[in-house]
Structure formats: C-alpha cells, structure tokens
C-alpha cells in the first residue's frame, strides 16, 4: 500500500507560477515510478507528467512542455511539479499516482495509487 498526499494548489493569476508536491508513505521501497494527472470540470483526466523512480526519465503532455518540470527526492519521499507561465486552461483538480510498472506511464491505467487531488485555479 502506497498513500499520496498532494499539497500546493490554489488560486494564481494568469503567468503565474505554482509548486504542487506529492508525498509518499508506504510501501515506497518498491521503487514506484510516479506521475501528475488533472482533471478539469466536465473533462476526463489527462495526463500531465511522470517520472521515473531514478529520475532519469521525464515525460509531459505536449500541452505542459517547456512550461511545467517534475522532479522528485526519494530521500524525502516526495515528488514536485513546477508550473510556470500558467493558463487559465491548466485550471483543474491535480492529482499525483504511484505505478509499479514502468510501461506506459502517459496512461492513468498503468498507475496502481492515487492522491486525493488538490485544485489549481488559474485566473485570466
């Protein structure tokens, strides 16, 4: 068992910049690879970031690239993501996961613990 606690969000105007953080208790001796998703009213949940459990490897939506940066301290059990420049169109609850299989990490399916999300508001 893997619990994730997000913490961070709020309401920002247009450009500005936020740090979410995602912290990890549990069974993260298992190395988890982790990721970012949001989810917007009346959208479905979308990928936005994951790292692997090394950091050696980044992945982002092509709608986040250049402006959002995931990171992560395994020391601290806690992992980041940096947004900058932000839009009215990054408003959304966000929500980090914790995945045990490294495949696919762009797919919500692949992702076995969940955070309870905390919202980013963006106003224009």
């Known amino acids: 068992q893997v619990r994730l606690v997000e913490s961070g969000g709020g309401l920002v105007q247009a450009g500005d910049s936020l740090r979410l953080s995602c912290a990890a208790s549990?069974?993260?001796?298992?190395?988890?690879?982790m990721g970012w998703f949001r989810q917007a009213p009346t959208k479905a949940r979308e990928f936005v970031a994951a790292i692997t459990w090394t950091g050696g490897s980044t992945y982002y939506a092509d709608s986040v690239k250049g402006r959002f940066s995931i990171s992560r301290d395994n020391a601290k059990n806690t992992m980041y993501l940096q947004m900058n420049s932000l839009k009215p169109e990054d408003t959304a609850v966000y929500y980090c996961a914790a995945a045990f299989r490294t495949l696919s990490l762009t797919t919500s399916s692949t992702y076995d613990y969940w955070g309870e999300g905390t919202q980013v508001t963006v106003s224009s």
């Open positions: 549990g069974r993260t001796f298992r190395r988890p690879a």
